[in-house]
């Protein structure tokens, strides 16, 4: 990145009322067949303006085109049964009716790459996408085909690999993995959460990032957040392995989270998504909060890695909201960069 300090958002951004039900997860389309894709394709515009407008420098698609992060990128896959669903428990904390992986999963076809393209004609700027981690993917159905966590993982990875390297040649410059899932399970990433993750980077040559957050702004996630204690040193856990690993930048839940930041020396060298917005609240922060948060990581970052960002998505959110907390997160990166000289 040749700015110095590029905002960005983590991923999802609301979408208009006309596309899906705003505010809601799992949100069902409101437009079928042609209209859709079209509607689509009208929201990615709408989401880019309105991150240009907000000064944000690497554009996401906000994944207007999505239902939800991790199951619409399943559906495109073979060997998943979506039909017969069952209830599991996603990160040990709330139950959600899955897709059940019945047989060997494959990608038949692409599944973000032509949105992805659609994006790429739109803008010179840098644009990042977003893909669930394996890990993740594992944890959000039941499987009742390989009975092994770490063997579906590893299937996962290749075909998400054979995904990124479309997106990377459709000109996307960031491809990032969510892996919320790297926050429960430490001994699972240790062993072969890592390892899946690197197998779906293999062979890229663009920037690729890891998001790993306390999860949306939902009640499940704020209760489970009150009881992680005065500390969260979660992340603790993983950095050692993360700092081994191939990928480029990570992106963190910084603002508002109990988050020791002295923890993110562990990773110095990488490049660093601080997330200094909080997705929990509806309330804006002020660009002296944005600068403050940046200004403590800058302790534990080298300033030419540090990517100003969101704690994670704000798919939950208003769109008014999420437009002020994106207009407060370029005002708060400015005053830094001017303090900094820069
Ligand atoms: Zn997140």
Redesign the pocket.
């Known amino acids: 990145m040749k700015k110095i300090l590029p905002t960005s958002t983590?991923?999802s951004l609301p979408k208009p009322a006309w596309l899906a039900t705003p505010e809601k997860l799992w949100s069902p389309w409101q437009l079928k067949g042609d209209k859709l894709i079209e509607g689509k394709q009208d929201a990615l515009r709408v989401s880019l303006q309105e991150q240009q407008l907000a000064g944000i420098d690497i554009i996401s698609d906000g994944e207007q085109t999505r239902q939800h992060f991790v199951t619409t990128f399943i559906e495109h896959l073979s060997g998943v049964d979506f039909e017969n669903r069952k209830t599991v428990k996603i990160r040990n904390r709330y139950d959600a009716s899955v897709p059940v992986v019945v047989n060997a999963v494959a990608r038949k076809k692409a599944v973000f790459v032509n949105d992805a393209k659609f994006l790429r004609k739109q803008t010179d700027k840098p644009i990042k996408w977003a893909l669930p981690g394996p890990m993740t993917m594992v944890d959000t159905l039941y499987d009742n085909h390989y009975k092994s966590r770490e063997k579906l993982a590893w299937e996962f990875a290749k075909v998400l690999n054979e995904e990124a390297r479309e997106l990377q040649d459709a000109g996307v410059d960031i491809i990032q993995f969510?892996e919320?899932a790297f926050n429960v399970f430490f001994d699972d990433v240790n062993d072969w959460g890592m390892a899946a993750l690197e197998r779906a980077i293999e062979g890229l040559n663009c920037e690729t990032a890891l998001?790993?957050?306390?999860?949306?702004g939902i009640k499940a996630n704020n209760d489970w957040k009150k009881t992680l204690g005065a500390e969260w040193r979660q992340y603790e856990a993983i950095f050692p392995k993360i700092q081994k690993s191939n990928i480029d930048v990570v992106?963190l839940?910084c603002h508002n989270s109990c988050v020791p930041l002295d923890l993110i020396e562990l990773i110095r060298g990488k490049k660093i998504m601080v997330g200094a917005i909080d997705?929990a609240t509806s309330r804006i922060e002020t660009p002296e909060e944005v600068a403050n948060t940046l200004r403590k990581v800058l302790k534990f970052v080298d300033v030419e890695n540090l990517y100003p960002s969101t704690?994670?998505?704000m798919a939950p959110l208003s769109r008014n909201i999420a437009n002020s907390k994106l207009s407060a997160l370029s005002a708060g990166t400015e005053i830094l960069r001017k303090e900094l000289g820069l």
């Not at 998001?211 to 949306?216: D, F, K, L, R």
């Open positions: 983590v991923g969510d919320p998001h790993i957050c306390y999860g949306y992106s839940e997705v704690n994670c998505g």
